[in-house]
């Protein structure tokens, strides 16, 4: 009886020059502020406090050239929050980045995938 | 006044069903068990105690098809470790991983790295 098991979901961290990092979360975060039009709204879609979600903001518009999000700080409800261009072109390419891996490298996770246990009751 | 942030370092992490994860840690871990052939010697290599690299190990031997690492107990001095035909075949599937992205995703990268403040004193 063959099992297979189904391809890893990719999680990829890029570490650049100066210290900044993107990966899986702060990809996430800028999609989930795309989504809501919100800071807080993101973050709480990702089971993350408000302080976290714009701490991570913030390091992401400090590192990179130009800001990521555009929000206003504005009123009741609070301001909204969205992308700004620089914003889509960063999630856009870390994306390609991970289409590339999931499409070029098919066969090196596949097999990959073909090397796990397929009963991990023993393991973890 | 033009600066070229280089491509940044690709941190890769594989997530399999079943809950077995396979990244950066573990790679570089096996490079260092074949270099050094013995399981201590690669854990003080990468600062990491001797408690930690053979519960990674284990967690690896356990949580894939066949073991990656095989290792003789023995005498004073302790004893010798390999990695397995498995475990070469896994750390080369997961090196072929990290090239795909690095060749294939070339561009992207490259455009990632120059969205990057090159002025990093105020970030980080």
């Not at 090196?108 to 023993?122: E, F």
Request: hydrophobic share 45%.
């Amino acid at each position: 009886m063959t099992q297979t098991t189904p391809p890893p979901d990719i999680r990829l961290r890029l570490a650049f020059a100066g210290g900044l990092a993107f990966g899986p979360g702060k990809a996430e975060l800028l999609r989930q502020i795309a989504r809501t039009g919100s800071i807080s709204a993101a973050g709480r879609a990702m089971g993350m406090s408000y302080k976290r979600a714009w701490s991570l903001v913030e390091e992401m518009n400090t590192g990179f050239a130009a800001p990521l999000v555009a929000s206003a700080r504005g009123g009741a409800g609070g301001g909204g929050a969205s992308l700004t261009e620089t914003g889509a072109a960063v999630l856009r390419h870390y994306e390609a980045c991970v289409d590339h891996l999931r499409t070029d490298g098919a066969d090196a996770l596949a097999a990959l995938a073909g090397l796990v246990a397929t009963d991990m009751s023993g393991g973890r």
